[in-house]
């Protein structure tokens, strides 16, 4: 099974709100009493995004990435508000991105042709769909082109929410 295909199942398995601090404090244990209580004006659990971004590279790269080390450092590719194309940004296989909407955080990983986006906002909904009052799944998963289209298309929401250029920050 690949790597991503188990992050998206792990995501997807998760019923409780129990379940989902316990398992990104596993692989975060030192951002556990940040998901415990409230803290730099967040609230507690994991709906925070840049916390749920960590969590998905940390998980996916088996914690060899120093996320903090390349959040706060490294490349940075902004791109036009209007002309976001994920194939653009790709120049590895796997690979896996942060993408930064001037405050609100996602994730985005290739392996081959399978595409996967994930996100949380704090206060509106978990990256854990079956955490949301409504069920429904606020990431992307999937292969192909239909997927890629699909993630394009979510980026290009955000930015217009957010009235911020995506920059994407790669992590492995």
């Known amino acids: ?29 030192k951002q556990a009493e940040f998901i415990d209580k409230p803290s730099l004006g967040t609230e507690a659990g994991v709906r925070n995004c840049s916390l749920i971004a960590e969590f998905v590279i940390a998980f996916y790269s088996y914690q060899k990435v120093r996320y903090g080390e390349r959040i706060i450092g490294g490349d940075s590719k902004p791109a036009k508000a209007t002309a976001f194309d994920l194939r653009r940004h790709l120049t590895g296989d796997p690979q896996a991105f942060v993408g930064e909407f001037g405050g609100h955080n996602i994730a985005v990983i290739r392996e081959g042709d399978l595409y996967g986006l994930y996100q949380a906002w704090e206060g509106k909904f978990h990256v854990f769909p079956k955490l949301n009052e409504d069920g429904e799944s606020h990431n992307i998963f999937g292969a192909g082109d239909d ?26």
């Open 1 to 29: 099974m690949s790597r991503l295909r188990e992050l998206n199942d792990c995501i997807v398995r998760v019923t409780s709100t129990e379940e989902a601090n316990k398992l990104v404090k596993n692989w975060l244990p």
């Open 147 to 172: 997927t890629v289209t699909l993630i394009n298309n979510e980026v290009a929401y955000l930015q217009k929410k957010t009235s911020t250029a995506v920059s994407l920050k790669p992590m492995c």
